[in-house]
């Protein structure tokens, strides 16, 4: 079975870096894409990001878009989501997620979710 781990949320002041980590079970990480997710209170989640899955031989890769870098490390089945400048926007619970069999982004169906990890920017 597929297990997403989600960590490195926690409060922080506007201004802040943190990096959140997706720890990851049951199957090859790098034949899989990876998304990020985000849901505040009282609002639907939205799409962070997605990290597609890496070529043969390749042991990581890395998006960045504007404040939010993503990035994978297949030989330690970990796919990452740092956030710079954190505003309290950015406040949210972060998932991440994967599809059955989805190589590449956008996730256009999801199968797996992790149980999320809190952010909260507030000064």
């Known amino acids: 079975q597929l297990q997403l781990v989600e960590s490195g949320g926690g409060v922080v002041q506007p201004g802040a870096s943190l990096l959140l980590a997706c720890a990851t079970s049951g199957f090859t990480l790098a034949a899989n894409a990876i998304g990020w997710y985000r849901q505040a209170p009282g609002k639907e989640r939205e799409a962070v990001s997605c990290?597609?899955?890496?070529?043969?031989?390749?042991d990581s890769s890395e998006l960045k878009e504007g404040r939010f870098t993503t990035s994978r490390d297949n030989t330690k089945n970990v796919v990452y989501l740092q956030i710079d400048n954190l505003n309290p926007e950015d406040t949210a619970v972060y998932y991440c997620?994967?599809?059955?069999?989805?190589?590449?982004?956008?996730?256009?169906?999801?199968?797996?979710w992790g149980q999320g990890t809190q952010v909260t920017v507030s000064s």
């Open positions: 990290i597609e899955a890496t070529t043969e031989g390749r």
């Open positions: 997620a994967a599809g059955r069999g989805l190589a590449r982004c956008p996730l256009y169906g999801i199968y797996y």
